[in-house]
């Protein structure tokens, strides 16, 4: 079994669709800011331009948001900004004025960035055993996995996680959840991560016979694109004709969008909660300066049915609810949907009718959870 989880990690390993492993190496709660002078306020908006001009997936746009920040730079809008950490989000939101590209964003971090040769050269050793370490006390993400009354399974995953080390642990899940008569999998709190978990799970929702591309992207380096498709093999059983239900809110971002919009584009299953954030465009993170990077898109994802993605507008909804409604919403529409398949079999029917009159008291979660954080507001 571990030769065939491995084999089947490395036959979905991809580059990551979110926020890249060096991206969330900076994040950092409550670090302490930095005061920053004109020098570096130049330096920092000279470096961004010229990376987003190169590197940036649409070259048009590239142009006009740099333009843009050049002028901002040009009539003096940034000259009072001495916070680091002002500075960065003030950058962000010029950026995002622009373009409307959510993974478009500047980082502060005050421990100084390591300079690399290479933009895409490996994470330090450190970085990396740190980056690997998070993901194991995370569980890769998968935060919590039960059987709901009624036989309900539910799936509460917050990051789609892009280690290797982490396709055990979804296998685990599947494997748990695979007796269940519907499934829910919670995304209302899913940042993002890579297409590697998107595969895995995906796999699992479609026959072996009946492969599925499930997205495409386009890289602006080479000009080039790159098909991604569910596996031949998961290890365990396939769950198949049974109801599925994806919980979205607005923090669920990126890969975690990507999947809500797989399930809902190829009608695997029923899309439940608040439109998502909207950003589909994938990336890498470049630096700045000791203490500054910026995450711009280099490429684009295309869905092979709509042949274009949720960029700038978020997924919505097959049903539209509150996300902190969605657990009750989601889990009612699971048991009505057992219950009306319910034949001869009047015990499983009456358990099943106990089960919706308990959902319908079930507690709804706070909304403040599923609100997207509010970033600084833009100084000039």
């Not at 998968?142 to 892009?162: A, I, K, T």
């Not at 297409?195 to 000009?223: H, W």
């Not at 596996?231 to 109801?243: D, E, F, H, Q």
């Not at 949720?310 to 909804?317: D, I, L």
Request: charged content about 25%.
């Amino acid at each position: 079994m571990r030769r065939l989880i491995l084999l089947f990690a490395f036959i979905l390993s991809s580059p990551t669709f979110a926020p890249s492993a060096r991206a969330q190496a900076l994040a950092s709660e409550n670090q302490p800011d930095l005061v920053i002078d004109a020098a570096t306020r130049r330096a920092v908006v000279d470096t961004l331009c010229d990376r987003i001009e190169r590197h940036y997936v649409f070259p048009d746009r590239a142009r006009t948001v740099s333009k843009a920040v050049r002028k901002r730079m040009s009539t003096h809008d940034y000259d009072k900004i001495t916070s680091a950490a002002d500075f960065a989000d003030t950058l962000t939101a010029h950026l995002q004025a622009v373009v409307h590209d959510v993974h478009l964003r500047v980082h502060y971090r005050h421990e100084p960035i390591p300079a690399v040769e290479d933009d895409d050269a490996p994470l330090p050793e450190a970085e990396q055993r740190s980056i690997e370490e998070r993901g194991r006390y995370t569980n890769y993400g998968f935060e919590r996995f039960e059987r709901l009354p009624g036989n309900v399974g539910y799936l509460d995953l917050q990051q789609f996680s892009g280690d290797p080390a982490g396709q055990a642990t979804a296998v685990a899940a599947m494997t748990m959840l695979s007796n269940t008569d519907a499934m829910i999998i919670d995304l209302r709190r899913n940042g993002g991560g890579s297409p590697m978990m998107i595969a895995t799970i995906l796999t699992y929702f479609v026959t072996a016979d009946d492969r599925l591309l499930f997205n495409t992207f386009y890289e602006r380096k080479g000009d080039k694109t790159e098909e991604y498709w569910t596996s031949p093999y998961v290890p365990g059983a396939r769950y198949l004709g049974k109801p599925l239900y994806v919980l979205t809110s607005n923090r669920t971002a990126s890969a975690a969008e990507e999947f809500a919009y797989d399930i809902q584009t190829h009608k695997l299953g029923t899309v439940v909660g608040a439109v998502t954030r909207g950003g589909a465009n994938p990336g890498r993170l470049y630096r700045l300066s000791d203490h500054f990077a910026a995450f711009i898109a280099t490429g684009r994802a295309i869905n092979p049915v709509t042949k274009t993605n949720w960029e700038g507008v978020g997924v919505k909804p097959d049903s539209l609810t509150k996300a902190g409604e969605a657990v009750r919403a989601a889990y009612s529409m699971a048991l009505q949907k057992l219950i009306d398949g319910v034949k001869e079999d009047p015990d499983r029917l009456d358990s099943l009718k106990r089960s919706l009159e308990a959902a319908a008291q079930r507690p709804l979660d706070p909304e403040e959870d599923f609100q997207r954080p509010q970033r600084r507001r833009p100084t000039g």
